[in-house]
């Protein structure tokens, strides 16, 4: 008889409900839970890789070691005390921070690893630590760091009731939405238009999201924070500037308004390949809609003024009043509130509270931006890094320059990846340790329910047990932090051991548990794991309330909406605008429904259809290249070269060209039947590690020069 399973998709942000029938411990289909009150219904063709990636046959099962370039399998004990000796060995002869930490993606879609991995980065003890933060996110942290005091208080699009929502460098369509949980956000978008509202997106490529859109502003790379200097510009030159109810708390008006007065739309028109009136009628638009919500991503956090654009971004909001009013850009309550939990240990969040060894990069909540890690390997000396644990993480093909990573890789001492695949970067491991994956393991999503447009809460119970061999990622950590810390001595041995009885005992639940009971519905509505799991569709705690000036973590409970860091940066977006536009192609990612980063690609079902790792490029830069739609074409940087097929369509932006990242499965070592029969190539083999935006640190993806002919 086959029975129905209901749970959260763990793929993506959206945490889409699912129902899934199996029978016989096989899934038999997986459709979307009408009931859940968050995704009522919707779920994309990824949820399948739920099974894909399930069932796959190259998924690792027991741990590896490797042997030259064999590679044969071990037992945990074995295994995990062996990797313990070995991490240990380094950093007593060369300290602590000898060896590094990677984390990965995945990591923050996978409660039980994320809290667990916490523990075994503290008995790891290593300041060189790095994750895909800084080639993602990092800017919009740091810009809710500086201004709400908090690096995870970041405002999200109430896009279910706004009248106008802007989009800055972000493809929900296709991505489903980061920073901002709107599962089906198609159909939430066409309500904006269908209740008079307007939608505008900004991005050099007409994308699927910019279709569905009022206004589509193709705007020049890397040009968007004085596209948004130039709209606060005229917010003040024309009095349009009207905080409302959250000037009594908002420090620093006057000071933004004097930083933004050199960048007029006239002044910037010609840099950022819009006119003059486009920006200025925007900027009005903005100002005269009952409620805006001003939302930015990939595009503008990714790229060489990654920091200024997403701090002018939430500017913005605060100088419309846009900031905590329904339909504006709001804070949640999550039922596990883990800003809250932070911020009572005191964690809020650090930046430059020290620099990375070889290219003094400052670093953020801890980490160092994972773009100058081969340098760190690479780089003899006092502090060089010598051994390396990767989690959850492909930073060979998700990192600038990741041919030379994938280099420095293989001359490590020693490096751990605990995953569930043999790829392009744990190919290098000397072990991999693999984890239980989705329906083995329970869920809950303490981030994404705190970065949602609705405030619901929902657990998942595992579907099948797990295969007798494998373990649950925080397991792994558990065990390898205990036995880092015997090795330390026989009094941190015992504290060690009765660490780990007392956590086991606990149990990753038992901590969602506690964190839901000491959350905002704890008293009022009895939150409990115990309630969520009499509620398989998940809990509707309803629409995101305001909460300023309460929710601010700042020292003088004020919004600091003109933070020094942002202000002594503005002369470097000033220079921009004496210098003359580049000639030549820019270079930009691209992101496809059915891929997820450089992971899923091993699925049959989901890589099946057209060739997805193409180059697009606008036809009016092909014929003056003589080159032809479906020919082959050599992408060439700083860095290196790598050949693409090229295809052509009018919705880039002419003078840009985009190709998707995370695909390049051609490597040897790497056991992904599927994947390699379609490598495609690593976008990441031409990104430059040196691009980067020097005030926060974050990978400049986007916005690279680059040269494209037909191979010979
Ligand atoms: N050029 C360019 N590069 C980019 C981007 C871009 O837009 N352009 N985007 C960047 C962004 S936003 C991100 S987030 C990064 C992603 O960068 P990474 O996080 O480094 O890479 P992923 O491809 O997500 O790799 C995830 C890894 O986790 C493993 N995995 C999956 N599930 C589990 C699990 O449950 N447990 C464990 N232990 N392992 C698991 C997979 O096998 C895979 O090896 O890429 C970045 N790279
Ligand atoms: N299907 C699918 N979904 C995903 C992922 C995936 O790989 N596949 N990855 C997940 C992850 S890790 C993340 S972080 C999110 C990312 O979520 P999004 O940010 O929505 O992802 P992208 O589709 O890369 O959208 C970035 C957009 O920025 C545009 N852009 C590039 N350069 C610039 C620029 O200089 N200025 C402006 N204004 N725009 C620019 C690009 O054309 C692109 O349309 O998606 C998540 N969801
Ligand atoms: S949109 Fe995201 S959460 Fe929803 S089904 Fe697709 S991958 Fe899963
Ligand atoms: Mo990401």
């Keep these: ?25 096989v899934i038999r289909s997986i459709r979307g839970d009408q009931k859940d009150p968050l995704s009522r219904g919707h779920l994309c063709p990824k949820a399948y890789g739920l099974k894909d990636v399930h069932e796959d046959p190259d998924r690792l099962r027991t741990p590896l070691r490797r042997v030259g370039d064999r590679w044969e399998p071990a037992g945990w004990d074995e295994a995990l005390d062996e990797v313990a000796h070995r991490i240990s060995t380094i950093q007593q002869r060369h300290g602590a921070s000898s060896v590094a930490l990677y984390q990965g993606n995945p990591t923050v879609h996978n409660y039980s690893g994320a809290l667990f991995g916490q523990l075994f980065q503290k008995a790891l003890g290593s300041r060189n630590r790095f994750s895909a933060t800084s080639i993602d996110q990092l800017p919009h942290m740091l810009a809710a760091l500086q201004m709400f005091g908090h690096q995870l208080l970041l405002p999200i699009p109430d896009i279910d009731r706004t009248d106008f929502f802007l989009i800055v460098g972000a493809n929900p369509l296709v991505s489903n939405g980061s920073l901002m949980s ?36 193709p705007v020049r790379p890397g040009t968007d924070a004085l596209l948004l200097a130039s709209l606060l510009h005229v917010l003040f030159a024309e009095g349009l500037a009207r905080p409302g109810r959250l000037a009594p708390f908002t420090a620093g008006l006057p000071e933004l308004q004097r930083a933004v007065a050199p960048f007029s739309p006239e002044e910037v028109a010609p840099h950022v390949g819009l006119d003059a009136p486009r920006l200025r009628s925007l900027a009005r638009d903005i100002a005269a809609a009952p409620s805006a919500a001003l939302y930015g991503r990939i595009g503008v956090s990714t790229q060489t003024f990654g920091g200024l654009a997403s701090w002018m971004l939430y500017a913005l909001s605060v100088v419309t009043g846009n900031l905590d009013r329904p339909g504006g850009s709001m804070f949640t309550s999550p039922a596990f509130d883990i800003v809250r939990f932070a911020s009572k240990i005191g964690q809020r969040g650090h930046f430059d509270k020290g620099r990375s060894r070889v290219r003094k990069l400052p670093e953020f909540g801890g980490e160092y931006p994972v773009s100058t890690l081969a340098e760190e390997i690479e780089t003899p000396g006092q502090g060089q890094i010598r051994g390396l644990v990767t989690m959850a993480g492909n930073p060979v093909l998700s990192s600038p320059n990741g041919r030379r990573l994938d280099r420095a890789l293989a001359s490590l001492d020693f490096m ?37 447009i609705r405030n619901t809460a929902r657990y998942s119970l595992p579907l099948f047990s797990p295969h007798p061999q494998a373990r649950h990622d925080w397991e792994i950590f558990l065990d390898l932090a205990t036995r880092l810390q015997a090795a330390r001595g026989p009094a941190h041995a015992l504290a060690a051991r009765a660490q780990r009885r007392a956590l086991r005992a606990l149990s990753p639940a038992g901590l969602v548990d506690l964190g839901l009971r000491l959350g905002p519905y704890g008293k009022s509505l009895q939150m409990s794991l115990a309630t969520l799991k009499q509620a398989p569709h998940g809990v509707d705690l309803g629409p995101l309330r305001p909460l300023l000036p309460g929710r601010l973590e700042t020292r003088d409970r004020k919004i600091d909406v003109a933070p020094r860091l942002f202000l002594n940066d503005l002369p470097r977006l000033q220079r921009l605008l004496t210098e003359a536009p580049a000639e030549g192609l820019t270079l930009i990612g691209r992101r496809e429904l059915r891929s997820n980063n450089s992971w899923m690609h091993n699925s049959e079902r989901l890589t099946r259809g057209p060739e997805r790792c193409t180059l697009r490029m606008h036809p009016e830069d092909a014929r003056r290249r003589g080159l032809q739609d479906g020919c082959r074409v050599q992408l060439t940087t700083r860095v290196g070269s790598i050949e693409a097929t090229l295809e052509l369509t009018d919705e880039m932006r002419p003078g840009v060209v985009s190709l998707p990242h995370g695909w390049g499965h051609d490597r040897p070592g790497a056991a992904l039947r599927v994947a390699s029969a379609r490598p495609g190539v690593s976008l990441n083999d031409v990104t430059d590690d040196l691009a980067l935006d020097p005030l926060s640190g974050v990978a400049a993806f986007n916005g690279l020069p680059v040269q494209i002919a037909a191979v010979p």
Excluded: K, W
Excluded at 185 to 198: P, Q, T
């Design 1 to 25: 008889m086959p029975q129905l399973h209901h749970r959260v998709c763990h793929l993506c942000e959206a945490m889409c409900g699912l129902v899934i029938e199996h029978e016989n411990g």
């Design 182 to 217: 709107a599962p089906d956000v198609r159909h939430r978008i066409e309500a904006i238009r269908a209740r008079g509202g307007r939608v505008v997106v900004i991005d050099p490529r007409r994308t699927e999201t910019a279709q569905l859109a009022d206004l589509h502003l």
């Design 416 to 452: 751990v990846s605990i995953d569930i695949y043999r790829n392009e970067t744990t190919r290098h491991a000397h072990f991999i340790l693999p984890t239980t994956f989705g329906v083995e393991h329970d869920h809950y999503d303490v981030i994404f329910h705190a970065l949602a």
